[in-house]
């Protein structure tokens, strides 16, 4: 009949009909992948933040996920057993709802696990969980659980990104790395490579104070006191007429007191107003294969005098830390053509938490005025993964203390 269609025809636009089907299909995989999993990374800090941490800024909507781990090796010395720890395994997890409003966070897993019944060995921590509202290139806000902008490891603390198998004892101890606290405040790009964050923040604890610093009074969001609040602030300056070129310097002021009563024999019963300042400056140069870092960083504690005869111990009115480091990637001299990278390093570090101690105080025949030699080797097969070696050899002005070996792996992804 006539209205009967041919066979062949039939058979023809079923074919074309399942062909755009499958291109439609393979389209809208392609789609999802892209908004999803990209296919190649760009590892690079953004906003102030690790080049894991800042891969969120760079999906064009919805999930992102990345982290970073380090497993390491350490001979203690002929007084200390050696240990194997699985240091650090992080996962980030961001959410890009639009072009302006991106939610990033950080779970980090410490120390392999948290022990059985009462052994207590590492910690599950939120080490940060923020809000991005981007608004012009000049000023942006950010609010949450965020990262207090000082020194050069506490924003940017990947394992791949710096030398040696644990960050410098500078950025640990006068710097308490990693330190986060929750706050809100502005951060943007004023004019090209300058770069700022200021927030304010609740303040530190100084009940968690001691001779060995200010590291313990760090809140991180754990059912914080907020009583007292503090300032935090950063300026960079990326310099474009000399590439490679960075200088930078960042504070941290405020009251730690946080309404707690501090009670003695010799000064009675009061609220402190334990006014805590932290000053920092940096600078890196990046050139051919070179690189260099220096950091300097003094602080100050108010009313340590009331404080140190509370706690029964002495606590410094006066801190202070400065480090210098030196690398040099060896491998376009040995294989021109790698992407590989091999660079020997050496740091030299300075650090006394009791420079200046109260009138009628224990300085603890200078037991922590201390400082370190290291030197090592960091390899990297791909970008995102580093082996590394280092020796660190401890000293303090009151006695001598234990060197130490470590070998290890860090990776990012």
Do not use: C
């Not at 590892?43 to 102030?48: E, F, P, S």
């Not at 650090?88 to 966070?105: E, T």
């Amino acid at each position: 009949p006539a209205d009967k269609p041919a066979a062949g025809g039939s058979k023809k636009a079923k074919t074309e009909a399942e062909r755009k089907t499958d291109i439609l299909s393979a389209e809208v995989e392609k789609l999802k992948t892209q908004l999803y999993i990209p296919d190649k990374r760009e590892y690079k800090v953004q906003y102030g933040y690790g080049p894991a941490a800042s891969e969120i800024y760079r999906v064009n909507q919805g999930l992102s996920i990345g982290g970073y781990g380090e497993w390491v090796y350490s001979d203690n010395g002929k007084d200390a057993k050696s240990t194997a720890d699985n240091v650090r395994a992080v996962i980030y997890a961001g959410y890009k709802f639009n072009d302006w409003i991106i939610l990033n966070n950080e779970f980090e897993f410490e120390h392999g696990t948290t022990g059985e019944g009462a052994e207590e060995k590492g910690e599950v921590s939120v080490e940060f969980s923020y809000l991005d509202f981007l608004l012009k290139d000049y000023a942006n806000v950010r609010a949450g659980l965020t990262l207090v902008p000082m020194g050069f490891i506490n924003e940017i603390h990947e394992g791949p990104t710096y030398h040696g198998n644990y960050r410098p004892q500078v950025e640990r101890v006068i710097i308490p790395t990693t330190w986060r606290e929750i706050g809100a405040g502005l951060f943007g790009e004023l004019a090209p490579g300058l770069q700022y964050r200021m927030y304010a923040m609740n303040g530190l604890n100084a009940e968690g104070f001691s001779s060995e610093g200010i590291r313990e009074g760090r809140q991180s969001a754990s059912k914080a006191i907020a009583e007292d609040f503090a300032f935090a602030g950063r300026i960079d300056y990326d310099m474009p007429f000399a590439p490679g070129l960075l200088a930078g310097a960042s504070a941290w002021v405020g009251n730690s007191g946080q309404g707690f009563e501090y009670a003695s024999p010799e000064f009675g019963a009061q609220r402190l107003n334990v006014l805590t300042q932290l000053y920092e400056g940096h600078v890196q140069w990046r050139w051919q294969g070179l690189e260099m870092r220096a950091l300097g960083a003094v602080g100050s504690i108010g009313n340590a005098a009331q404080l140190s005869a509370a706690k029964g111990e002495t606590i410094g009115s006066q801190n202070y830390g400065w480090y210098t480091e030196a690398a040099y990637n060896l491998m376009p001299w040995l294989w021109a053509d790698s992407t590989q990278y091999i660079a020997p390093f050496f740091r030299y570090e300075r650090y006394n938490t009791l420079a200046s101690v109260p009138n009628g105080f224990d300085d603890y025949d200078g037991l922590y005025d201390q400082w370190i030699y290291q030197g090592g080797l960091t390899y990297k097969p791909i970008e995102n993964v580093a082996v590394k070696f280092d020796y660190r050899n401890f000293n303090s002005a009151a006695r001598s203390l234990p060197d130490q070996y470590n070998l290890g792996i860090a990776f990012m992804y």
